[in-house]
């Protein structure tokens, strides 16, 4: 699982780098309705998504985050009838207000004094090692430029990842010297601390709905494949 904050383990690093390259040369996933939502006519084909996700005329509520934009949500397709049914009313406000939330702790916590700190550390074990990225981003940056100028070509895939593996191999021990995982863990705990009380009860408002939800979910039983 990637993290938020970019931290790399050893065995990841060595084994998947950053993950950049690995991903390149995947496909997306097949839809599984796809032959289905094809078979119909133009037409029809447009009244199902609608009427599965919501017509882009049909009733919407509007969902205001702090500094975000607006959250549109159908209120009227099968998908949000369904899930207000079996998480409540008030599950799409909660929801994206504590995405919101989660949102801006992640990007609160690398401004800390604790996490800057390790940051210049870890810049300088970079350095040490003879790496010319000052910034945690900066590595990034530089192999998916690579990536975008190699396109298919697999030797300069190859190339690529080699490189990827090496900087990311490098990275993560100076992430270990530099204690950037702790320091990270500190800083989210206080920032999450220093939040209004009146986000931080959302995260209980959704704890309980989604509790609500597993145990209507349960009673409901496996859904009955016709």
């Known amino acids: 699982m990637t993290s938020r904050y970019g931290l790399l383990t050893r065995s990841r690093a060595a084994q998947d780098g950053y993950g950049l390259t690995a991903e390149r040369p995947r496909k997306p996933p097949a839809d599984p ?48 009838v369904a899930r207000r049914a079996l998480y409540g009313a008030s599950w799409d406000r909660i929801h994206y207000s504590v995405q919101s939330l ?19 550390k870890r ?5 040490d ?3 010319p990225y000052a910034h945690r981003e900066d590595p990034l940056k530089a192999l998916r430029k690579r990536l975008d100028a190699a396109g298919s070509d697999r030797e300069a895939l190859r190339a690529t990842g ?19 995982a702790e320091h990270i863990a500190r800083a989210q705990e206080k920032v999450e601390k220093a939040l209004p009380s009146a986000r931080t009860a959302l995260v209980e408002d959704f704890l309980a709905l989604r509790g609500t939800a597993l145990k209507r979910a349960e009673a409901r039983g496996p859904a009955t494949r016709q």
Do not use: F
């Open 123 to 127: 810049a300088a074990c970079m350095r």
């Open 33 to 80: 309705n796809a032959r289905r939502v094809s078979a119909p006519a133009e037409r029809d084909r447009r009244a199902w998504e609608g009427a599965l996700k919501g017509a882009a005329d049909g009733p919407r509520e509007e969902i205001e985050l702090p500094d975000e934009p607006t959250v549109s949500v159908a209120t009227g397709s099968c998908v949000s």
């Open 129 to 131: 090692g003879g790496s």
């Open 162 to 180: 080699r490189e990827e593996l090496r900087t990311a191999g490098q990275d993560a021990v100076c992430q270990v010297e530099a204690g950037l």
């Open 102 to 120: 989660r949102n801006s702790v992640v990007t609160d916590t690398p401004d800390h004094s604790l996490v800057k700190s390790a940051e210049r």
